[in-house]
């Protein structure tokens, strides 16, 4: 009897992890397939039965795909619109979510609901008169256009204030009686309080910045403007069948933040739990 | 007194200009665009104020379609992701030493650009060369025409949705498979109840609450899909549209047939189903804070 219980643990446990292992299989795959395809040559590519791995890896794929295509354009305008949208959201996000949590004025309340309620709106709602703003403003293909618009984020405001709530009051008024200013107070206790918090919330950013698709395609038109996901997309329309530089030129894009992934997933994990249990 | 009162809104003026140019203004402006008939953008002329968009929109088959599809995928998507999610959070939180190592692989689909992924999912349905036909033959299955057959479609964007939101779901059920109190296992283990009682009676009730929400954030996400589409049919939405969703309808009439105030109308319709599921998260979400 007890044997039996002990063989049918095992069998539980043996179960268990071939499930989890399939499932691991299922999740990898996609990104396996795209570094394997990306270094094979175009006759292991529609071989049959498809082989795992290239016999010789084609590292040269990389160069023709790089060289097909102005990336290196592509990939210097991801890095300055993302740069500066974290850049912008982490400014506006302290601020605000310091006046939320510390300082008293006329109406606050109303205006945090007012933030707050605008989570409501999908995005994919604002982007047609967004679109005819940006005309308006004769901002098409330009950094602006793909930067100005996402500096600010209800949502991480939401978020960080609920940390800096967490901060003791009685910190703030210690400050205040050694006449500390606010702005002072903000910089030099808040953030270095909530560095963690702040941490996180840029690395989402980022990672979102980077991946955005639809707006920078929108609002730009020439080449120098494109931003990597824009230029992925015009490559792949116009590598036709190269099926090996398009998913080299698909490594190109997804490969940084896979790596920014798994050095810093402790904050990325983590921000996106308290988004998420707290949103 | 007064310097004093309104020096938040000094601090708040960066996000407030912000939200009223490109959210608040928008949104207006969208409402009002939905009820002008052959609006043009390029140089605000409209030849008739009414319901003209919306009975465009409700006559078109192809939004009709979209509705339809967005809604197969909201009922497929959904509960499949959701199963599966808890599934394996459940298994990966019984794990002690590798916990960290599945955590890390299953996240990684919600990190990644979903059209840079969408492009390599669409290699793998390829009905030639692709993985997935491949594998199947295996099984003895024809190769399926997955990108070329409008009634495959779907089924292949559904696929591909479902492993991309799966990480997401895994996430915050084990954030809340933390929450709840070892005592309860402990003693589930001492009265020797078998596993699956523990499952059913302890770890679903225990995660109802999360699994309400992730079910809620998955359908508003599902009722946006756009970028999955996009890629998977490269900047199509599949054969015959047969994989047409809302959003991609709206994009659709707006970027490329210019008819701006059908997508308004078409993107406020959008509005009113995310604004009946926002209020259904803030009920559940309210009354797990109480």
């Known amino acids: 009897m007890k044997s039996n219980r002990k063989i049918a643990n095992i069998i539980a446990e043996v179960l268990k992890y071939v499930i989890l292992i399939a499932g691991s299989v299922f999740t990898i795959l996609p990104f396996v397939w795209m570094i394997s395809s990306s270094l094979k040559t175009p006759a292991e590519l529609v071989q049959v039965p498809p082989a795992l791995f290239p016999e010789v890896p084609q590292w040269l794929n990389y160069k023709s795909a790089w060289e097909a295509a102005p990336f290196a354009r592509y990939l210097v305008n991801t890095i300055i619109v993302t740069i500066c949208t974290t850049a912008g959201v982490l400014v506006t996000t302290v601020l605000s979510a310091f006046a939320f949590s510390r300082l008293n004025f006329p109406g606050k309340k109303t205006v945090f609901s007012l933030f707050l309620a605008t989570l409501m709106i999908p995005g994919e709602m604002l982007i047609i008169t967004n679109y005819e703003t940006i005309i308006k403003l004769k901002w098409i293909d330009s950094y602006r256009a793909m930067i100005v618009p996402w500096i600010s984020s209800a949502f991480y405001i939401y978020l960080l204030t609920r940390f800096f709530m967490q901060v003791p009051e009685s910190l703030y008024l210690a400050a205040k009686v050694d006449k500390c200013s606010d702005f002072k107070y903000m910089i030099k206790i808040m953030v270095p309080m909530n560095k963690q918090a702040i941490f996180s919330i840029a690395i989402l950013n980022i990672i979102s910045s980077w991946n955005a698709f639809l707006w920078p395609l929108l609002v730009t038109n020439s080449q120098e403007m494109r931003v990597l996901s824009n230029g992925l997309v015009r490559f792949q329309t116009e590598a036709g069948s190269s099926t090996e530089l398009i998913m080299a030129a698909s490594c190109i894009l997804v490969m940084p933040i896979i790596i920014i992934y798994l050095f810093l997933r402790k904050y990325i994990i983590e921000g996106v739990t308290r988004s998420g249990l707290k949103g | ?290």
């Open chain 2, 1 to 290: 007194m007064d310097k004093k009162s309104f020096k938040g809104y000094l601090y708040l003026l960066p996000s407030i200009i912000i939200m009223v140019c490109f959210t608040l203004y928008p949104l207006v402006r969208a409402i009002i665009m939905s009820f002008l008939g052959d609006y043009s953008i390029i140089n605000d002329s409209y030849n008739s104020i009414g319901f003209e968009n919306y009975k465009a929109l409700f006559s078109d088959p192809d939004f009709g379609k979209s509705l339809i599809n967005t809604a197969i995928y909201v009922v497929c998507v959904v509960p499949a992701s959701i199963i599966l999610s808890l599934l394996f959070a459940v298994l990966i939180n019984s794990c002690k030493k590798l916990k960290a190592l599945f955590q890390t692989i299953y996240f990684l689909p919600y990190v990644t650009s979903v059209i840079a992924i969408g492009i390599v999912w669409r290699w793998m349905f390829n009905s030639n060369y692709g993985l997935i036909n491949y594998v199947l033959s295996i099984f003895g299955v024809e190769p399926i025409q997955w990108l070329n057959l409008p009634e495959y479609a779907m089924p292949a964007l559904i696929i591909f949705a479902i492993w991309k939101s799966m990480a997401f779901n895994i996430l915050i059920f084990l954030a809340g498979l933390q929450t709840i109190p070892e005592d309860l296992y402990r003693a589930a283990r001492i009265d020797s109840t078998p596993r699956l009682r523990v499952f059913t009676r302890i770890t679903v009730p225990s995660l109802a609450p999360m699994i309400v929400y992730s079910s809620v954030i998955g359908m508003i996400g599902a009722f946006k899909v756009y970028n999955e589409v996009f890629s998977l049919f490269q900047g199509k939405a599949g054969p015959a549209n047969s994989a047409m969703t809302i959003v991609y309808y709206i994009y659709d009439k707006f970027y490329n047939s210019y008819k701006y105030g059908v997508a308004a109308a078409g993107s406020v319709v959008l509005f009113l189903i995310i604004l009946a599921l926002t209020q259904i998260q803030l009920k559940v979400t309210g009354g797990r804070k109480k």
